[in-house]
């Protein structure tokens, strides 16, 4: 079935990097458009990259011009290189398969903590 597994979370200071992979399995990932989302203690979860199956990517306002998602077909493997990283930035991660008719139901990891803090 259909996996997404997440690594490379963990505590970074304001500014600093960091880089999340998404190891998918279970479908076809080369037609599966995917993004990452994420949610904050008490706050709703939110869009944060996006990225198509043709690797046309787009962003909301709060990450743009700091965030990167990109994605390996060989490896079957979505990153988000995060840089300058803000405490605002602080919360758990999401990988996302989204849904479709060619790509079957809409799927998520396990989530990864990214927390920014001095």
């Known amino acids: 079935q259909v996996q997404l597994v997440e690594s490379g979370g963990g505590l970074v200071q304001p500014g600093g990097s960091l880089r999340l992979s998404c190891a998918a399995s279970?479908?076809?990932?080369?037609?599966?458009?995917m993004a990452w989302y994420r949610q904050a203690p008490g706050k709703p979860g939110e869009l944060v990259a996006n990225?198509?199956?043709?690797?046309?990517?787009n962003y909301p306002d709060p990450v743009k011009g700091r965030f990167t998602i990109s994605r390996d077909t060989a490896k079957k493997t979505v990153y988000l290189q995060m840089n300058s990283l803000k405490p605002e930035d602080t919360a758990v991660y999401y990988c996302?398969?989204?849904?479709?008719?060619?790509?079957?139901?809409?799927?998520w990891g396990q989530g990864t903590q990214v927390t920014v803090s001095s």
């Open positions: 990225i198509t199956s043709g690797g046309t990517s």
């Open positions: 996302h398969k989204r849904p479709g008719g060619l790509t079957g139901a809409g799927s």
């Open positions: 279970g479908f076809i990932f080369s037609i599966a458009d």
